[in-house]
């Protein structure tokens, strides 16, 4: 599968932790999203990098969250001192822009539950 | 602000039936449409885009400016049609930043 790929697809950890979300997008898409969905919603965009630039964050993104590209390609969202209100899928998308209208890909999505 | 709304959680039809799943938005300015569909135990794809203007699996929405809707709509459902199905708008910003409806569960029953 060559699609957007995200590591790991589920994770429990304890409030106060920290946690780490990878995202490997498709290779050569320079664009980069992270989304967030809890349950009964849509997703929620959080943040968006072109190459390793991070564009745009969400007001969603507190001082807790950071995501970072540093090469231009994975991506990782860190989420520092969790808490019960993180619990959440992130979903990681990725496109470039020319292709197919700049269709988005998302991947499977990174299940958190703080406990 | 930017919404997409999606009236109904969950639409239940039968084979064969007409199904239309409704969604309607507020934007100030003009904003490009889609819908995203979710089969169980898959990711979140494109289905279509108002731009596009085709029909995808018999599926077809149009955009009605005056209405602020792009209802999506398939004339005889297919048991395979079933999945969760999100409504979404992208904010001209010069990348896609994409705003989502609350989803509608469309359940075809045999």
């Known amino acids: 599968d060559t699609g957007v790929s995200q590591d790991p697809r589920h994770k429990i950890t304890k409030r106060g932790q920290n946690v780490t979300f990878r995202c490997d997008p498709i290779?050569?898409?320079?664009?980069l999203y992270w989304y967030r969905q809890t349950l009964g919603q849509g997703p929620e965009f959080l943040t968006y990098f072109q190459n390793e630039a991070q564009l745009e964050k969400s007001r969603l993104l507190s001082d807790r969250f950071s995501a970072e590209r540093p090469k231009g390609s994975f991506s990782t969202l860190e989420i520092q001192r969790t808490e019960q209100g993180d619990s959440a899928m992130y979903l990681c998308?990725?496109?470039?822009?020319?292709?197919?209208?700049?269709?988005?890909?998302f991947g499977e999505g990174s299940w958190l539950t703080v406990v | 602000a930017q919404r997409v709304t999606q009236p109904e959680k969950l639409l239940s039809v039968f084979k064969g039936a007409p199904v239309e799943l409704k969604c309607n938005y507020s934007y100030s300015g003009s904003p490009e449409l889609f819908w995203y569909v979710q089969y169980s135990r898959q990711r979140l794809q494109l289905l279509l885009r108002h731009i596009s203007r085709e029909s995808i699996k018999g599926f077809t929405a149009d955009l009605n400016k005056g209405e602020t809707s792009f209802h999506l709509k398939k004339p005889f459902a297919q048991e395979e049609d079933s999945a969760m199905y999100y409504c979404?708008?992208?904010?001209?910003?010069?990348?896609?930043?994409?705003?989502f409806g609350t989803g509608t569960r469309l359940l075809v029953s045999p």
């Open positions: 979404a708008l992208s904010e001209n910003t010069g990348f896609q930043k994409l705003v």
């Open positions: 290779s050569e898409h320079n664009r």
């Open positions: 998308a990725s496109s470039s822009k020319g292709t197919a209208g700049n269709t988005i890909y």
